[in-house]
């Protein structure tokens, strides 16, 4: 559609990867001279414009996002993103914005319906859910010119504070050294952790939450808190398996601090009730048990979402590179929502 | 944007209202001769043609349907529309078809929006959920030969057939029927009901279903069947409140069939383990505590929706009124999901 070059046409003029490229604009002292030098004649001769607006809405030809839906689950946690879906049509709704819909099969499905969606000026923009490190989507979209928005950080450590790619992200380390914090202060001592397995950008967030909680605390070893841990999938069974596991070890737990609602319910399934437990997503399994859950403040990460997408934070045509973070990327901060847990009789139902 | 005459239209000229044309168009038996014949000379003068095609969707401008998106709910069975959006995508992207959300306040609002998006060109028809008897909003579709389907009959006694109303809906008679055979299967003789106030389209149609399987049983009389019936709004703490007073009363309670899972939550935290209980829509907190439930077939809910609204039932230009009505409405059969009940353990969360 876009007959400007892109990051991409100047790494190929200059003989060198896009990611070289963005270094040059983002941080060029991570760049020899000489390939430097390269770059900036590349840029030069294609007059490449590394402009961050052109990537923003203000064109606005449909007024309309595009986000994609997956396959509906039944699971536990599935209802975030659900939940996330309300508050961006809410948000989208108040900023004259529609939000339109479709599905992919994998990531490369999605590219194509981006190229789709964006060829038949269908829509401006989209918001991204799930991202992950080296996201093929957003490195297509960055190359393409195409506004985007991701719920969720980039989680690589170089490109975290890329201005090209607007992101809005809940604190999970917060969120779950806060969880630890209230079952300490609960008379908790012994607070395992019970998260997913490594690496997960996501999930070693917030077990460093929930240890940095712990270390605060100054009563385990280091050795002690690495036996208070321990992974599974998001699942309820893989959950009760690995609590089980722990509780073999034989290590004294007194409450368990959980990645997510699932695993949180896995062990109320597993444990009896003098073991305090606390779930992240605040999700409604969570309300219906009496589970003590972290929410995440979706109205806030939709609106802010929005607001980067819409927003103006890189005005000069190369001089965004030098503009603050903050109107690119916005971290915002979840709450514990704090429950008695309620009884539930088994039976034939 | 239509010059075309409507229903409405030949009602103002002839003199009578919107329903006495339809009746005129689709039951003329009920209408005296005179006032049929003023309103065939105002289809006449007008040159109205009541042609159920020209509300489907030939034309495809957008190739987009869309449907309102209503305020995210932490609620229990609020994630059942949530559910059939992510279907109705699904189904609409094999159709080659894309869902655009919306908000509204309240009813008018909606139709401010209906006529925003179809003027504007954005949606070639809607999906509506929710339906009510004398629903403004699909009064208003049908007057301006605006294409849309249902998930939800229109109630009323008149409209059920009407030809120009096309819907969807899951048969939550069988459901309960099913729910309340399972019950009395498993050797429960006394199955109550718990179900929403009257008059509830949804809420009679389910109640019928209970009283219907219990009747057919033949052991207990009207007087004993009305004795145990209970009803509360669609909340766990009123199903609590609601159980308990049946329970009061002395009434001998085996089990209890429920309209929701909401409502069979508010029970299984009530009663003791001895009390079997089966819920509505499946929902993950169903899965989560092993609770007994009715599921919705959304899938298959969705994808009748769109082959009516893409179908062509409607050839003639008058001769629509004869067609069969199953190219318009279609009834899908739930089914019971059996499960054994989970204990979860009180304690300090």
């Known amino acids: 559609m876009s007959p400007l070059p892109t990051v991409l046409d100047v790494g190929r003029v200059a003989g060198v990867s896009r990611q070289t490229v963005s270094n040059v604009l983002n941080s060029p002292e991570l760049v020899r001279p000489a390939t430097r030098e390269k770059v900036e004649a590349a840029i030069a001769e ?8 052109a990537r923003r809405l203000r064109t606005q030809k449909s007024s309309t996002l595009g986000i994609r839906l997956d396959p509906m ?7 975030l993103l659900d939940r996330f879906l309300h508050a961006l049509t809410e948000q989208a709704d108040r900023r004259g914005l529609r939000v339109m819909l479709f599905t992919a099969t994998d990531p ?25 490190h080296e996201d093929p989507r957003t490195e ?15 989680w690589g450590i170089d490109d975290m504070n890329d201005p090209r790619h607007l992101w809005v992200d809940v604190d999970g380390h917060s969120g779950l050294r806060d969880a630890t914090r209230h079952l300490l202060a609960s008379g908790a001592e012994n607070v395992a952790y019970l998260g997913w397995p490594s690496p997960s950008g996501t999930g070693d967030d917030r077990r460093r939450g929930w240890r940095e909680a712990m270390e605060a605390r100054g009563v385990l070893s280091a050795a002690q808190l690495d036996a208070l841990q321990a992974e599974t999938i998001d699942d309820v069974q893989g959950a009760r398996d690995a609590i089980r596991s722990l509780i073999a070890t034989g290590v004294r737990i007194d409450a368990v601090a959980c990645a997510s609602d699932s695993l949180a319910l896995g062990v109320l399934l597993e444990v009896g009730p003098t073991i305090a437990v606390v779930g992240y997503d605040n999700t409604p399994v969570a309300g219906a048990i009496g589970l003590s859950s972290i929410e995440q403040p979706l109205d806030e990460v939709a609106a802010g979402a929005l607001d980067l997408l819409l927003g103006d934070g890189g005005r000069g045509i190369v001089g965004w590179t030098s503009s603050s973070a903050d109107t690119r990327h916005r971290l915002v901060t979840p709450h514990l929502v704090p429950r008695e847990r309620t009884a539930i009789a088994g039976a034939a139902g």
Chains 1, 2 share one sequence.
């Not at 294609?46 to 607006?53: D, K």
């Not at 490369?108 to 789709?116: G, L, T, V």
């Not at 297509?140 to 980039?154: A, C, K, Q, S």
């Open 46 to 53: 294609l007059g490449y414009r590394p402009h961050a607006s």
């Open 73 to 79: 689950t039944n699971g536990i946690s599935g209802s």
């Open 108 to 132: 490369d499905d999605e590219i194509r319906q981006f190229a789709r969606l964006r060829d038949g000026a269908d829509v401006d923009g989209f918001v991204l859910t799930a991202t992950f």
């Open 140 to 154: 297509w979209l960055i190359e393409h010119d195409v506004p985007f928005v991701t719920f969720g950080r980039p």
